[in-house]
């Protein structure tokens, strides 16, 4: 499986991501051709090697040539001043007209959905009314395009990020000064649970094109994986941070089974006095709230009473919210806490197409290995309306499911 991993040492801008994944040594030809398929003209591209603090690396300038001596670069220059603002729909007329593949088509506009959905939370408008004029300007479009063109030539299957490193202070925009974070980055993160750090760096270093491409592509967040390393790629900001502004992308290969690690909390807590009922209301406020996994287990507790141990794995930033409900909803005392790792497969929800109808199936695969099951809700829902037994529709469900899935 080949992999790029996102270095956001210094944060993440579109022309950054584009500047660090042409640095791994895609053709610019081929990237040229892919990207006039776009059918956008009134612009320019510009690559150049730079070498900052030492390093090389590939800087990138999208240049409106209507708006000559106006340049806008997302991490130089203010990236909120910008020139024509488009909404949504008029973004994904430009993707779905032109003659990219589906893949780049699709991926393009989850990332721009995205982008609109959090500026439009922030200024309080629907997603249709938002002209987000940072991700709706040709420059912008390009740098998004761009990227997701650079990752299909280099044949990337799995992109894992560092948590996001931005800085402080305040930035013109064109509603005033704001805040950094900016508001609509922070959007974007909430409720995400992607790790983020805030350095004491008086500038912007993640810009809401960089945090679109990162959210919607990277499937995991944190450390490096272990992997065998192919090449490495740096996409230059423009900003002078007091030292290098750069991301770095690492492109390589996952050891073969190369099984995915997380890090989780376990929250238990020991009960004796409670009802069965009372019990299986708590175990559904836990599963809503976000736990990963609920049990109990049958104990003997002080006196040889019969009891159950609560157990509960959580994400660490959920635990806080778990803790809540345990102590609210049980008659616990405490609740203890211990972290651990697992080794987990990767994970998603498909939609499979069977004589039954369309159906959710979950994927689990790491290098040769893939397991797929059914989703319950779906295939309960069929057995109830058919009268077909319901280990009948799993058993072509399933089959359903490997035969697509083999040949995809």
Excluded at 34 to 41: A, F, P, Q, S, V
Excluded at 144 to 160: A, F, N, Q, S
Aim: glycine share 8%; proline share 3%; with cysteine.
């Amino acid at each position: 499986m080949k992999l790029a991993y996102f270095d956001c040492f210094s944060g993440i801008s579109g022309d950054m991501a584009l500047g660090a994944l042409l640095d791994l040594g895609v053709d610019q030809e081929a990237f040229r051709r892919e990207l006039g398929k776009l059918g956008l003209g009134g612009y320019r591209i510009d690559i150049d090697t730079v070498v900052r603090h030492g390093i090389r690396g590939t800087d990138v300038n999208v240049i409106v040539e209507e708006e000559k001596g106006d340049h806008h670069h997302h991490s130089g220059e203010d990236q909120h001043q910008h020139h024509h603002g488009r909404n949504l729909r008029d973004i994904e007329l430009i993707i779905d007209t032109s003659a990219l593949n589906t893949k780049v088509k699709e991926l393009s506009k989850k990332v721009f959905r995205e982008i609109a959905r959090a500026e439009a939370k922030v200024h309080n408008k629907s997603i249709d009314e938002v002209h987000f004029r940072e991700a709706g300007t040709l420059d912008s479009i390009v740098d998004v395009v761009g990227t997701l063109i650079c990752l299909d030539l280099l044949g990337v299957d799995r992109v894992v990020s560092s948590p996001l490193h931005d800085g402080k202070g305040f930035v013109k925009s064109r509603h005033g000064i704001i805040p950094v974070p900016v508001p609509a980055v922070l959007e974007m993160l909430s409720g995400s649970g992607i790790p983020f750090i805030q350095e004491d760096i008086d500038t912007e270093l993640v810009t809401p094109t960089g945090m679109g491409l990162i959210k919607c592509l990277a499937q995991d967040f944190g450390a490096m994986p272990a992997m065998i390393i192919d090449r490495v790629g740096y996409g230059m900001g423009k900003r002078d941070t007091g030292r290098l502004n750069a991301l770095r992308v690492v492109l390589g290969r996952l050891q073969e089974r190369n099984w995915l690690m997380e890090e989780l909390m376990m929250l238990e807590t020991n009960l004796d006095d409670m009802s069965p009922e009372v019990l299986g209301y708590t175990f559904e406020r836990l599963m809503e709230a976000g736990a990963l996994d609920v049990y109990y287990t049958p104990v003997y507790m002080k006196k040889n009473r019969p009891a159950v141990m609560l157990t509960v794995l959580c994400k660490q930033e959920d635990e806080k919210r778990l803790v809540d409900i345990l102590m609210r909803e049980t008659s616990t005392l405490g609740v203890r806490r211990s972290g651990l790792q697992r080794y987990r497969l990767d994970r998603e929800i498909v939609k499979v197409s069977t004589r039954f109808g369309e159906v959710r199936v979950k994927v689990a695969s790491a290098g040769d290995v893939k397991k797929l099951a059914p989703e319950y809700e779906d295939v309960r829902s069929i057995a109830v309306k058919s009268g077909i037994p319901l280990s009948e529709v799993y058993s072509v469900v399933a089959d359903t499911a490997r035969n697509q899935l083999e040949k995809s």
